[in-house]
């Protein structure tokens, strides 16, 4: 894509504390990062962030880690000690926003409660993000993504009928809490700065994020009693949006719009379907489906995965094959569209990684810089609080820094 690269981000001059560790928390401070936001990540000496040691490691180091926490510093802090929570409340009291994802309470008991901490910094955006939230009967209860997505109701909707559930193999309920409060750090800044307001908490509880996007779920069962079951690879109440098996593999097929519908039936030599006034409309679809879903297959299976989404893509029909990882890396739209950009550690390995999203053309996100080791900024960031580096060196000596 033809962007100016070097134009500065839409969140230049946005300081940013960041006090979690694992995704939640980190993946909303990556994605102000990612469009030139500040974030100074506060991590515990010794280990860091636990995400530093998830999953593959290269060096030592996994590679997750390099997405998480490109465009931001590290500096170690032993919160635990009285001088290391205070070191902590400087940092925060030149800050824009605090984001944090421990249990409820544990800001407390250093000390750093909002009101605290607003006393010194009244424009202070803070953003909490946990299990439940940070009132209420299960406030103290641990929670991790996958629990919310559970009690999200999103759980119950995964995989087969009469099967046990499946999780959709990442941690969704994390990211999307992170995005909720991305948006409301945003909004609360726009408030503090457009109607001269102060600076404000952000809640947000990981299932109550992953409410919000669970569709007509609660209306459903509100005004008909009706619970939504899993549905396997279908979209239950529209049709025909399914998984077809073709020759040599599957493709996902999205033929419930009323006129894609009648070109679908057209592509599948089925005019007799399309043209069938009963199925004119989703209602009548969605009545006959198994006979639609039926009818699709028949076509489709003895056909390649290639032929099938070439034809229906001359017919402007949706559909698309189920990518692994290496189908993505290896597209090129999502070449062109600057979706796979290659970031080097700080090791010096090269590694292909996510694009920035979303698409800003005015003031672009980048990769900036890539992810930190532990510690790497403790130094320049206590510098910029105005600390010697004799005073530095005597914190690193006793441990609260390193």
Same mark, same amino acid.
């Given at each position: 894509?033809?962007?100016?690269?070097?134009?500065?981000?839409?969140?230049?001059?946005?300081?940013?504390?960041?006090?979690?560790?694992?995704?939640?928390?980190?993946?909303?401070?990556?994605?102000?990062?990612?469009?030139?936001?500040?974030?100074?990540?506060?991590?515990?000496?010794?280990?860091?962030? &636990?995400?530093?040691?998830?999953?593959?490691?290269?060096?030592?180091?996994?590679?997750?880690?390099?997405? $998480?926490?490109?465009?931001?510093?590290?500096?170690?802090?032993?919160?635990?000690? !009285?001088?290391?929570?205070?070191?902590?409340?400087?940092?925060?009291?030149?800050?824009?926003?605090?984001?944090?994802? /421990?249990?409820?309470?544990?800001?407390?008991?250093?000390?750093?409660?909002?009101?605290?901490?607003?006393?010194?910094?009244?424009?202070?955006?803070?953003?909490?993000?946990?299990?439940?939230? $940070?009132?209420?009967?299960?406030?103290?209860? =641990?929670? /991790?993504?996958?629990?919310?997505?559970?009690?999200?109701?999103?759980?119950?909707?995964?995989?087969?009928?009469?099967?046990?559930?499946?999780?959709?193999?990442?941690?969704?309920?994390?990211?999307?809490?992170?995005?909720?409060?991305?948006?409301?750090?945003?909004? !609360?800044?726009?408030? @503090?700065?457009?109607?001269?307001? $102060?600076?404000?908490?952000?809640?947000?509880?990981?299932?109550?994020?992953?409410?919000?996007?669970?569709?007509?779920?609660? &209306?459903?069962?509100? !005004?008909?009693?009706?619970?939504?079951?899993?549905?396997?690879?279908?979209? =239950?109440?529209?049709? =025909?949006?399914?998984?077809? @098996?073709?020759?040599?593999?599957?493709?996902?097929?999205?033929?419930?719009? *009323?006129?894609?519908?009648?070109?679908?039936?057209?592509?599948?030599?089925?005019? *007799?379907?399309?043209?069938? =006034?009963?199925?004119?409309?989703?209602?009548?679809?969605?009545? @006959?489906?198994?006979?639609? *879903?039926?009818?699709?297959? !028949?076509?489709?299976?003895?056909?390649?995965?290639?032929?099938?989404?070439?034809?229906?893509?001359?017919?402007?029909?949706?559909?698309?094959?189920?990518?692994?990882?290496? *189908?993505?890396?290896?597209?090129?739209?999502?070449?062109?569209?600057?979706?796979?950009?290659?970031?080097?550690?700080?090791?010096?390995?090269?590694?292909?990684?996510?694009?920035?999203?979303?698409?800003?053309?005015?003031?672009?996100?980048?990769?900036?810089?890539?992810?930190?080791?532990?510690?790497?900024?403790?130094?320049?960031?206590?510098?910029?609080?105005?600390?010697?580096?004799?005073?530095?060196?005597?914190?690193?000596?006793?441990?609260?820094?390193?």
């Amino acid at each position: 894509m033809n962007m100016p690269q070097l134009t500065p981000g839409a969140l230049k001059g946005l300081r940013v504390v960041e006090m979690g560790q694992l995704i939640a928390g980190p993946f909303s401070a990556k994605t102000l990062g990612d469009f030139g936001a500040d974030i100074i990540k506060i991590e515990p000496p010794g280990a860091g962030d &636990p995400l530093r040691n998830w999953r593959m490691l290269q060096d030592g180091t996994s590679v997750w880690w390099q997405v $998480q926490s490109r465009n931001k510093r590290s500096i170690a802090i032993d919160l635990r000690s !009285a001088e290391g929570q205070d070191i902590a409340r400087q940092l925060i009291a030149q800050a824009d926003v605090l984001i944090e994802n /421990f249990r409820p309470g544990t800001l407390e008991g250093w000390g750093m409660d909002y009101e605290t901490l607003s006393h010194t910094n009244p424009g202070l955006v803070m953003l909490r993000i946990s299990g439940y939230g $940070q009132t209420g009967p299960y406030r103290d209860l =641990p929670g /991790f993504g996958v629990i919310g997505e559970a009690m999200g109701g999103l759980r119950h909707l995964t995989g087969e009928p009469d099967r046990v559930p499946v999780r959709c193999g990442i941690s969704i309920g994390d990211t999307l809490a992170a995005l909720h409060g991305t948006i409301g750090v945003l909004m !609360a800044l726009y408030h @503090r700065k457009v109607n001269e307001g $102060q600076g404000q908490v952000i809640d947000v509880a990981l299932n109550e994020a992953v409410l919000n996007v669970m569709e007509s779920l609660v &209306p459903e069962y509100s !005004a008909f009693g009706t619970i939504r079951e899993p549905a396997g690879s279908a979209l =239950p109440g529209i049709a =025909p949006s399914n998984a077809y @098996r073709c020759a040599d593999g599957v493709v996902l097929i999205a033929g419930n719009g *009323d006129s894609i519908f009648k070109r679908l039936m057209q592509v599948i030599g089925r005019e *007799d379907l399309g043209n069938d =006034p009963e199925l004119a409309d989703n209602a009548g679809r969605v009545a @006959r489906v198994k006979a639609l *879903d039926s009818a699709i297959e !028949a076509w489709s299976q003895s056909r390649t995965v290639v032929d099938v989404l070439e034809v229906l893509a001359q017919a402007s029909v949706p559909a698309g094959r189920v990518y692994t990882a290496k *189908d993505i890396v290896e597209d090129p739209h999502y070449r062109v569209r600057d979706m796979i950009l290659q970031q080097q550690t700080r090791d010096g390995h090269n590694i292909e990684v996510p694009g920035i999203v979303p698409k800003l053309m005015g003031t672009p996100g980048r990769v900036r810089s890539s992810a930190p080791k532990l510690g790497d900024d403790t130094d320049a960031v206590l510098t910029e609080l105005g600390m010697s580096a004799e005073q530095i060196r005597q914190f690193r000596d006793k441990k609260v820094v390193a």
